[in-house]
């Protein structure tokens, strides 16, 4: 079974509008990370917003936030006000906490596609 | 800029060959991850060091190697290459092993193999 969900191979948005990706994920651990990457064009991995299992509050990074439902296990990430910049492929990951398991494993990813 | 550093950005080789792809982590940080990004098989992890010492290994395979030196650089051998192995190869540093580590990623070294 799959770690690491993303749905949505690709979005559309307007310039100005927010969107929602969506991520959900598969683990029997209590303790375990959720990140949120931007891969945009040129190929860097951009490190955008983290989520803890045990954190209570949504994590929140500018104009990305994380909609967090632990009883779901989603992960949704929202963008506020879309920007031309924004059109990248945006990657969902997951760090369990169990023993030495201290890598990130990624979902496929989505592609949002921002226009003006 | 993630303060990673890997060279080179591009490597265009042969079937066969041996190649070595370099990485240093950001300042201060112990933890090395190498992951390798193609359009099949996705992101996926291949290995991590941790001041020097081998800590995990994802799917990497036996033709792959790599190792962290004392001052906490890091390289990827690839040897016998085959076509399927060109790719992105990232490398990703973090202060520690704590579930919320953040991972910085290098821009990667894009490797073709003709």
């Known amino acids: 079974a799959q770690k690491i969900t993303q749905t949505q191979p690709g979005m559309f948005v307007q310039e100005k509008e927010a969107v929602t990706l969506d991520c959900t994920y598969d683990t029997s651990d209590q303790s375990y990370g959720l990140f949120w990457y931007k891969q945009p064009s040129s190929g860097e991995m951009i490190f955008l917003i983290y989520?803890?299992?045990?954190?209570?509050q949504n994590a929140t990074e500018g104009r990305y936030s994380l909609n967090f439902q632990k009883a779901r296990k989603s992960a949704n990430l929202v963008i506020s006000a879309s920007q031309l910049g924004d059109s990248a492929m945006y990657f969902c990951?997951?760090?369990?906490?169990?023993?030495?398991?201290?890598?990130?494993?990624f979902g496929k990813g989505t592609l949002l596609t921002v226009n003006p | 800029d993630s303060g990673v550093t890997q060279t080179p950005k591009h490597l265009i080789t042969a079937t066969g060959q041996r190649v070595t792809l370099r990485c240093s982590p950001r300042?201060?940080?112990?933890?090395v991850y190498w992951y390798q990004q193609s359009l099949d098989q996705g992101l996926q992890f291949l290995i991590q060091y941790y001041n020097g010492e081998e800590r995990a290994k994802g799917n990497i395979l036996e033709r792959f190697s790599a190792q962290q030196f004392p001052d906490l650089h890091s390289e990827l051998n690839l040897s016998s290459l085959e076509l399927g192995d060109s790719a992105l190869y990232f490398c990703a540093s973090s202060a520690g092993l704590a579930v919320n580590n953040e991972q910085f990623f290098g821009p990667g070294t894009r490797l073709t193999v003709l």
């Open positions: 990951a997951m760090r369990e906490g169990r023993g030495s398991n201290y890598k990130l494993t």
């Open positions: 300042s201060g940080d112990l933890s």
């Open positions: 989520q803890g299992s045990y954190d209570e």
